[in-house]
Antibody
Framework: EVQLVESGGGLVQPGRSLRLSCATS????????MHWVRQAPGKGLEWVSG????????GYADSVKGRFTISRDNAKNSLYLQMNSLRAEDTALYYC??????????????WGQGTLVTVSS | DIQMTQSPSSLSASVGDRVTITCRAS??????LNWYQQKPGKAPKLLIY???SLQSGVSSRFSGSGSGTDFTLIISSLQPEDFATYYC??????????FGGGTKVEIK
């Protein structure tokens, strides 16, 4: 069974940093691209970032480019999102998600349950 | 960026109804269109990929069609467990991936 378990969310002040982690199991992690997708309270889904199996291909939403960094550790079956210079508009539930393919194909096949990030003073 | 527009934004329907949700892309995306279902407090779930391919384990009462810029998700006979919000998403351009605004299906 595919499992994606996010952690690292919490309350943080504007301008500060936070690092999200996603521990995975139930599939061969380095055979798939991975994504972070967020959902602000009461709002729709917004893709944040994606990374191919070997980190050779990475993409970011314009809204986070230059502030967020996605990474993965295939030896630890884990995905990360380093979030710097956080803003109030980054407040959201952040989902870790598995792509259907090894490259950034964009079909998000499985989703974790999310970790909540709240940016507020 | 490719903009995705869903309609309607919400609808009320009864159990057994046929429900149609549409999604329009701001440019041609061939068949790179996916549909997700999200129930309150839960993570989204992939229903349809490639415009018309049913994800494994998903009920056959869900179907998808379309290509280019116009796409449709059909629920052939609405069941109580189908009341949820549905999102379309394009994967023609993966930088960025973009979602529609969602369609909330409520009980009439």
């Amino acid at each position: 069974e595919v499992q994606l378990v996010e952690s690292g969310g919490g309350l943080v002040q504007p301008g500060r940093s936070l690092r999200l982690s996603c521990a995975t199991s139930g599939f061969t992690f380095d055979d798939y691209a991975m994504h972070w997708v967020r959902q602000a309270p009461g709002k729709g889904l917004e893709w944040v970032s994606g990374v191919s199996w070997n980190s050779g291909s990475i993409g970011y939403a314009d809204s986070v480019k230059g502030r967020f960094t996605i990474s993965r550790d295939n030896a630890k079956n884990s995905l990360y999102l380093q979030m710097n210079s956080l803003r109030a508009e980054d407040t959201a539930l952040y989902y870790c998600a598995k792509d259907q393919r090894i490259t950034l194909f964009g079909v998000v096949e499985y989703w974790g349950q999310g970790t909540l990030v709240t940016v507020s003073s | 960026d490719i903009q995705m527009t869903q309609s309607p934004s919400s609808l009320s329907a009864s159990v057994g109804d046929r429900v149609t949700i549409t999604c329009r892309a701001s440019q041609s995306i061939s068949s790179y269109l996916n549909w997700y279902q999200q129930k309150p407090g839960k993570a989204p779930k992939l229903l349809i990929y490639g415009a018309s391919s049913l994800q494994s384990g998903v009920s056959s009462r869900f179907s998808g069609s379309g290509s280019g810029t116009d796409f449709t998700l059909i629920i052939s006979s609405l069941q109580p467990e189908d009341f949820a919000t549905y999102y379309c998403q394009q994967s023609y351009s993966t930088r960025p991936l973009t979602f529609g605004g969602g369609t909330k299906v409520e009980i009439k």
